[in-house]
C-alpha cells in the first residue's frame, strides 16, 4: 500500500488566493482526519470524517476553511481566501475508524501565504 | 478537560542515556494512550500504545508506563540513540471515532 497521499507537498501563494489540499487515504480505511502543525499552537485537529460524513469540525479556524470528501478516497481542504497566518504544515491522516487504532500520517503539505 | 499535558517541551540526551517523557490527562474516560514519533518533514507515526488495563508495555527500547490513578503516563527511551533525536507527542482518546488528542510534543536530540 502507497500509505495516505497528500498534494501538493508544498504550496507558495499569496495573501487572497484561493488554497486546495488534496488527501488520497489508505484503501479500506473509513476515517478521515485533518490537521495543521505550526511551531505555535502544535498539532492541531481541525476536521474528522467516518464514511464521509463529517463528524467533528470544531476544530476549523473560521468559515475560511472548508472540508469535503466527496468519496472514500478523496478528501480536500479549502481555504479561501488565503492569509499569512494560515502558514503551516497540513496532515491528513487515515484510520480504520475503530477505537483505539493506529492514525496513519500522509507526509504533509507545506503551506506558505506570502 | 480533553487536555493532553506534555513535558518537557525539550529534551537532551547523551547516547546511552534514559529518555523520559511525561503526559498527564484530566478526563477520565480517555481509554487509549498513544505516542507518535515525528522525524523533520515527516509526519507523525505510531511508535507504541497502551490502554489503561495494564501499567506498563514494553517495546523493544521503548516503554510506556501508566498509572491510571494519577491520570499519568510516560515514555521511557532506554539506551537511547542519535537516530532517536526526533518530536514525541503523546496522545489520548476515548470511544468513538477514534479522535485523538495531542500533547504539544517533546523535541528529544540525543547527542553521541
Known amino acids: 500500500?502507497?500509505?495516505?497521499?497528500?498534494?501538493?507537498?508544498?504550496?507558495?501563494?499569496?495573501?487572497?488566493?484561493?488554497?486546495?489540499?488534496?488527501c488520497k487515504p489508505i484503501s479500506g480505511h473509513n476515517s478521515l482526519f485533518w490537521y495543521r502543525q505550526t511551531m505555535?499552537?502544535?498539532?492541531?485537529?481541525?476536521?474528522?470524517?467516518?464514511n464521509n460524513v463529517p463528524i467533528d469540525d470544531s476544530g476549523m479556524p473560521e468559515d475560511r476553511f472548508s472540508a469535503k470528501m466527496p468519496n472514500a478516497s478523496f478528501s480536500t481542504l479549502k481555504i479561501q481566501p488565503s492569509e499569512p497566518r494560515d502558514?503551516?504544515?497540513?496532515?491528513?491522516?487515515?484510520?480504520?475508524?475503530?477505537?483505539?487504532?493506529?492514525?496513519?500520517?500522509?507526509?504533509?503539505?507545506?503551506?506558505?501565504?506570502? | 478537560q480533553q487536555q493532553v499535558k506534555q513535558s518537557p517541551q525539550s529534551l537532551i540526551v547523551q547516547k546511552g542515556g534514559i529518555s523520559i517523557i511525561n503526559c498527564a490527562y484530566e478526563n477520565t474516560a480517555f481509554d487509549y494512550f498513544p505516542w507518535y514519533q515525528q522525524f523533520p518533514g515527516k509526519g507523525p507515526a505510531l511508535l507504541i500504545a497502551i490502554r489503561p488495563d495494564v501499567s506498563e508495555k514494553k517495546e523493544g527500547r521503548f516503554t510506556i508506563s501508566f498509572n491510571k490513578s494519577a491520570k499519568q503516563f510516560s515514555l521511557h527511551i532506554m539506551d537511547s540513540q542519535p537516530g532517536d533525536s526526533a518530536t514525541y507527542f503523546c496522545a489520548a482518546s476515548s470511544g468513538g471515532y477514534n479522535k485523538l488528542i495531542?500533547?504539544?510534543?517533546?523535541?528529544?536530540?540525543?547527542h553521541p
Open chain 1, 87 to 114: 502558514s503551516a504544515v497540513y496532515f491528513c491522516a487515515s484510520s480504520s475508524g475503530l477505537a483505539g487504532v493506529e492514525q496513519f500520517f500522509g507526509p504533509g503539505t507545506r503551506l506558505t501565504v506570502l
Open chain 1, 1 to 22: 500500500d502507497a500509505g495516505v497521499i497528500q498534494s501538493p507537498r508544498h504550496e507558495v501563494t499569496e495573501m487572497g488566493q484561493e488554497v486546495t489540499l488534496r
Open chain 1, 40 to 50: 505555535m499552537r502544535g498539532l492541531e485537529l481541525l476536521i474528522y470524517f467516518n
Open chain 2, 102 to 110: 495531542f500533547g504539544a510534543g517533546t523535541r528529544l536530540a540525543v
